[in-house]
């Protein structure tokens, strides 16, 4: 190796070993996006004033319900109205286990959506059967079904995001500083479909408990062995 092929070689590996524009050197602390970025900050401030206007009008709002609404109303088209949301609920479930087929990253906002719907059932079939003759089939349901179901579903989202977090962070700490800053610029204009995305992580498995994990693992480490 010549002279000016070493200096070029040593200048190379300098160059890669510099930091990119947006990391923090040795010992620095890594800059808040949120402070050096005025559009980010900006939609942060309106993001604050947004949430904050909906608990003040929300706060005002429970109080005049609590102050007008009468104790008992007899509801229009009650039937429809429970028809309707368990078709919905059915829907939620349908369009969750088909992503849980396909892997795809959409299922963490669908299993996020399919809980709420869960507790929001729970909610008002107790609240509405109390003092009736079907409220402790209400709350038998509600405790044995809906409940369970929605925390699984919580769990299980917490789960697949923090794996999706976890993965996304060590793909990009592999990658040498060149490279992230080259993938950061292609794909800074385009933005991917949750839809068509796979899970990243462990996939399904990351959904699980780490024991029933670990066992999901074992045979298909023996396949591929």
């Not at 209400?138 to 809906?146: C, D, G, N, P, V």
């Not at 592999?174 to 479909?193: E, H, I, L």
């Not at 990351?206 to 480490?221: F, I, K, M, T, V």
């Amino acid at each position: 190796m010549t002279k000016a092929e070493r200096a070029e070689l040593i200048a190379l590996l300098a160059s890669l070993e510099m930091p990119a524009p947006d990391e923090p050197g040795p010992g620095q602390r890594p800059t808040d996006p949120y402070l050096s970025n005025p559009a980010l900050r900006r939609n942060r401030r309106l993001a604050l004033v947004i949430s904050a206007g909906c608990c003040v009008a929300l706060a005002v709002w429970i109080v005049v319900l609590a102050a007008t609404l009468p104790r008992h109303f007899n509801a229009h088209y009650w039937r429809a109205l429970w028809v309707n949301f368990d078709m919905l609920l059915f829907a939620a479930f349908a369009v969750t286990a088909w992503a849980t087929w396909r892997k795809r990253q959409i299922l963490i906002l669908l299993l996020m959506l399919t809980g709420t719907m869960l507790l929001c059932d729970a909610w008002f079939d107790v609240g509405t059967s109390l003092g009736s003759s079907s409220m402790w089939l209400s709350i038998a349901s509600a405790l044995l079904a809906e409940l369970p179901l929605a925390f699984l579903a919580f769990a299980g989202a917490r789960r697949l995001l923090k794996a999706t977090v976890e993965a996304g962070l060590e793909a990009t700490w592999r990658q040498p500083t060149r490279d992230r800053m080259a993938a950061d610029g292609a794909n800074r204009g385009c933005s991917p479909s949750l839809r068509r995305t796979p899970l990243s992580g462990a996939g399904l498995r990351g959904a699980l408990p780490p024991s029933l994990a670990d066992e999901a693992a074992g045979p298909s480490r023996q396949t591929a062995s």
